[in-house]
């Protein structure tokens, strides 16, 4: 078979975070187009940096339940902290690789280590390209590296480095897949093969409509973020919030943070989730959220409420948020899917809030039309096919 050998560099594999990793991976592993393995340069998943055995081991097989091709790989150990992955190969000795690389581990089906035999490399995120293993091997030339670019992770508007890192991949002939407007545009003043396929892999197909059982249910409101920071619009969901409470104090309304466990500070009740797993995560939105906020300020900043929204939008949640980086222009979305706004209105949020309080067939037909757009946008023929293509091009 004329397959694609295609090496995959990435720093926290496996595990169960990132919706967009799993599905781009998992089809990767599946496809018969490619024989794929993974190569993990600094593994930087947290409990791994204690290095305690058990803990590894437990994660590690936790982590390997998202993606089921995997239980045929073996793992091939350079770094001796890991010898405990040992216990996962079936067939071979994964230790006996100790120190003949760089890097932490590799994951293959195969029985020894050829970088040469390999068509094409595929890094996830700017500071994955940079590693020190991976540049190892990605600077000598053997096939042409994709490096694809989510905000953070070695890329920033506000690096002053982040010229010099371009130059780094310019310079290696390779190219550069941005995921958001704003980074193919920077990409694009030093790179000569850029392309733009905006947001990540989240669906996998067509997902069941949410369920309601009458319209006199109550109502349900979240908003996402690990930290309480400036650039996330926090401060103006929580004036969203004290205002909605005051103003519409018999409401069955409920505000929900996701990802921050709780705060003393605040004078609004609010229902904190802390940091979820995905399935725990995708429940909530499919089962109880009904309108995903996301008030992102700042044209410059790292984070978008488009990508971090997607999740919420495929399981039918209604989106009321700012674009600072203009990803609305490049999907459309109508007043019929979402309520989209620069800068981020608290006045309009509520008023349309209270719309779909009052109005069960708004909220329904929002909801439906919404996860579609999602499942459009997010869906493989956005996502992983132009991927592919792009892959094939440069073989």
């Known amino acids: 078979m004329n397959h694609i050998r295609l090496l995959i560099f990435d720093l926290v594999f496996p595990r169960i975070y990132g919706r967009w990793r799993t599905v781009e991976i998992n089809y990767f592993l599946s496809s018969p187009e490619f024989e794929t393995d993974i190569f993990i340069p600094r593994y ?3 409990v791994f940096r204690y ?52 890097g932490d581990f590799l994951l293959t089906k195969r029985f020894k280590v050829d970088f040469r035999s390999y068509h094409l490399g595929y ?57 958001q407007r704003f980074v193919t545009e920077i990409a694009s003043r030093y790179i000569d093969q850029v392309y733009s396929i905006y947001g990540g892999p989240l669906s996998e197909g067509k997902k069941e409509t949410k369920r309601w059982e009458n319209n006199n249910s109550d109502f349900h409101v979240c908003f996402t973020a690990m930290a309480f920071v400036p650039q996330k619009g926090s401060d103006v969901y929580l ?24 705060s003393p500070d605040f004078q609004v ?35 978008d409420g488009f990508p971090l929204g997607g999740k ?47 109005n069960f067939d708004l909220r329904k037909s929002m909801s439906v039309k919404i996860q579609r757009k999602a499942e459009r946008i997010f869906g493989p023929e956005n996502q992983l096919y132009p991927v592919v293509d792009i892959m094939k091009s440069l073989r």
């Open 44 to 46: 930087q998943v947290e």
């Open 312 to 358: 919420a939008m495929l399981e039918g949640c209604i989106p009321i948020i700012s674009d600072p980086n203009i990803c609305n222009k490049d999907f459309g979305f109508t007043e019929e899917e979402a309520l989209v706004m620069n800068p981020f209105e608290i006045e309009k949020a509520i008023e349309l809030i209270v719309k779909l309080v009052n």
């Open 239 to 262: 004036q969203l919030v004290e205002k909605f409470q005051k103003d519409y104090p018999n409401y069955k309304v409920h505000f929900h943070v996701i990802g921050i466990k709780s």
């Open 123 to 179: 890094t996830i995120f700017l500071a994955t390209y940079l590693r020190r293993a991976a540049r190892e091997i990605i600077s000598k030339r053997y096939w042409p590296t994709i490096c694809k670019i989510y905000p953070g992770e070695g890329f920033s508007c506000f690096d002053r480095n982040v010229g010099r890192r371009f130059t780094i991949i310019k310079n290696d002939h390779n190219v550069v897949i941005g995921t």
């Open 51 to 102: 290095f305690e055995e058990e803990n590894i081991v437990t994660s590690f097989e936790y982590y390997y339940k998202p993606y089921p091709y995997l239980n045929d790989y073996n793992i091939l150990i350079f770094n001796p902290q890991f010898n405990c992955l040992n216990r996962f190969n079936k067939i071979i000795d994964g230790t006996k690789y100790n120190r003949k690389y760089l």
């Open 269 to 303: 009740n609010i229902i904190f989730h802390g940091h979820l797993i995905p399935d725990d995560l995708n429940k909530l939105y499919h089962d109880t959220i009904d309108v995903y906020v996301s008030p992102n300020r700042n044209n410059n900043s790292n984070v």
